[in-house]
């Protein structure tokens, strides 16, 4: 089960949209004394541009809602369909008894702004800390901002893994630049 680690570059946080939009399943990494941890997660949403900012939901009984909850922070990374396989059995399992980096041959490295650690093999890697917390009790949603985005150099779309519920995937496909024309420029 190895995947490979992309060459990524700076990406500004107020375009995380262009890979958060479309809702791919993404994998939330995070950290608190010493322990880390990754969890898949299907549930997030933007909900601001500048500051970057989006929604997610972590349930409470996951072991990643203590550790995003205590260090304020996480790193939302972006894997690719190749790697459908671990993503389901990342989100099977928890990080109270495994360490999802070992079980899965994942490798974390340092994010620039957090604690929490990057996936290398997913194609994008955005830092998050914690920016409203008002929400969780009672949503269990917690609103990130974006504070740094890596992206890799190419492709330019990835195929990305879209959850439909009751163990079906999409797997992302073409693209069009057909419709462009028809948006007005504020809302590209
Ligand atoms: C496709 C998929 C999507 C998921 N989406 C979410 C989600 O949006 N929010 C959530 O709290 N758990 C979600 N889960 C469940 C968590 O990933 C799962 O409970 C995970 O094992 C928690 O790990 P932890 O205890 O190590 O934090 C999803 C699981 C899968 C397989």
């Known amino acids: ?14 375009n995380v949209r262009r890979f958060l939009e479309p809702g791919p399943i993404v994998l939330v990494s995070s950290a608190y004394k010493g322990e880390t941890n990754i969890m898949t997660m299907g549930w997030h949403m933007i909900m601001e541009f500048e500051p970057s900012l989006v929604g997610c939901y972590i349930w409470s009984e996951n072991y990643s809602r203590e550790l995003v909850s205590k260090s304020r922070a996480c790193v939302i990374n972006i894997p690719t369909a190749d790697m459908a396989a671990k993503v389901v059995g990342i989100g099977n399992c928890s990080g109270r008894e495994t360490d999802k980096f070992a079980k899965f041959g994942l490798t974390a ?66 693209n069009t ?12």
Not at 111 to 135: G, T
Not at 177 to 188: A, D, Q, V
Request: charged content about 25%; overall charge positive.
């Open 177 to 188: 630049r057909r419709y462009r024309r028809l948006f007005k420029p504020e809302m590209l």
């Open 109 to 174: 490295v340092a994010a620039s702004k957090v604690a929490a650690p990057m996936i290398s093999e997913c194609f994008a890697n955005f830092e998050c800390q914690l920016h409203d917390a008002s929400l969780i009790d009672k949503y269990s949603l917690f609103v990130w901002e974006v504070v740094k985005g890596h992206v890799a150099r190419s492709p330019r779309y990835p195929r990305t893994l879209h959850y439909r519920g009751d163990g079906v995937f999409m797997i992302s496909g073409s």
């Open 1 to 14: 089960m190895s995947s490979k680690a992309y060459d990524k570059q700076d990406f500004p946080v107020a």
